[in-house]
């Protein structure tokens, strides 16, 4: 759990306690994210830096100095060789800085520094080839190449479109083909671009107008998944750009589409308070999970396809049986909505990420006990 006075607090889930603090920043800790071993937690921070700890010891590996504005973002990339951090201190500012770094020695990779732009989204592809930023009301989306020193390439959404955002963005498992659901006050549609040439590849309109709420690939990469700000999730051929299938239960806003690891289950989270289990062959509903009291915002397979963790506005995680359908456990403590769970690679922990109420961000780490309620 990431706070505002700069500390990490490491939660024990089963004996409701704090099991260790980490010390050090001198600013409110934006983010927290682990490595794909577990042996090394990053954080970003208010305070210009990134640091790396050691997760056994605590003690700090490597620091990211001297950036021009807060660290608001990290990730590792898949196999934990390199991180990569974005800095910015407000929308359109001019100290908008994006590094990647080699976890091991420390030495920078890639340093961009986009004019008048502020980062609004970054991440890896899945096999850590390359980057794809997103600019906050920018005009384009950058992908960094495999080769650091390399130009970044730059996909254009359109001729004469200075203002536009991306709610949100995605990457093939390939890392060939990038989605992205633009807003433009011209058109709503979501965009396919060919990584390799930096050429459009398809365009995806929504009828009249409306919004593309959350994009996903299946991880063979074959269909896109797109959520819309009405309700229904349609799945899409990524070579031939028509659909596929329409799954139309939800009865409000999409905010997270994602697929099982065997791409045969998609589990959408709306604003309806619910979450829905969708057969990817048959299009057919397999379950409609209920128990948030509030609008549901992120769900996330655990990596053995058995359990389901979701989370919402109700400030609350909770945890679901995919085959049963039934509940798991509720994890409590968080003070504002939460908008983001993912599990560790072998399944054990659990990270979830949430808004505050007085606006600090707010990260729990989770070992649920197998024995939940």
């Known amino acids: ?30 983010h927290a994210a682990f490595s794909p071993d577990g042996r090394t937690l990053a954080t970003a921070s208010g305070d210009h830096t990134a640091k790396l700890w050691d997760a056994q010891t605590d003690k700090p590996e490597r620091v990211a100095s001297g950036l021009p504005a807060p660290v608001m973002t990290l990730a590792f990339s898949p196999d934990g060789r390199q991180i990569m951090a974005a800095a910015f201190s407000e929308l359109d500012g001019p100290d908008s800085c994006f590094l990647v770094r080699d976890v091991a020695t420390g030495v920078e990779l890639r340093e961009v520094r986009p004019k008048n732009r502020s980062i609004g989204q970054a991440t890896f592809s899945p096999d850590g080839a390359s980057v794809v930023m997103q600019h906050f009301g920018g005009e384009m989306v950058h992908a960094v190449a495999d080769q650091w020193q390399s130009r970044p390439l730059t996909l254009h959404v359109a001729p ?37 040439s930096g050429r459009e590849r398809i365009r995806i309109p929504t009828p009249n107008g ?41 009865l409000q806003q999409i905010h997270q589409v994602a ?25 057919a509903e397999q379950t409609t999970l209920q128990g948030h009291t509030g609008p549901v915002r992120a769900v996330a397979f655990s990596p053995d396809g058995k359990t389901l963790a979701s989370g919402g506005d109700d400030t609350t995680v909770r945890l679901w049986d995919i085959a049963t359908g039934q509940e798991l456990i509720a994890l409590e403590g968080h003070q504002g909505g939460v908008h983001s769970v993912a599990f560790s690679q072998d399944g054990k922990d659990l990270a979830s990420g949430a808004a505050a109420p007085d606006g600090q961000g707010e990260i729990f780490l989770w070992r649920p006990a197998a024995n939940a309620r």
């Open 210 to 250: 409306i919004l593309t709420t959350s994009v996903g690939f299946t991880p063979d990469g074959k269909y896109l998944a797109t959520g819309r700000q009405d309700g229904p999730v349609q799945l899409w051929d990524v070579a031939t750009g028509k659909q596929r299938a329409m799954f139309g239960g939800h």
């Open 1 to 30: 759990m990431a706070v505002k006075d700069g500390s990490v607090w490491l939660w024990d889930v089963e004996q409701e306690r704090v099991r260790r603090t980490i010390r050090g920043h001198t600013g409110r800790i934006w």
């Open 259 to 283: 697929f099982s690891r065997d791409g045969a289950t998609l589990a959408t989270a709306a604003g309806d308070r619910t979450v829905k289990l969708w057969d990817v062959a048959t299009g």
């Open 160 to 196: 004469g479109w200075d203002e536009f955002s991306s709610h949100s963005i995605a990457l093939s498992p390939d890392h060939f083909t990038l989605a992205a659901a633009v807003d433009h006050q011209k058109t709503r549609k979501t965009i396919l671009w060919n990584l390799a």
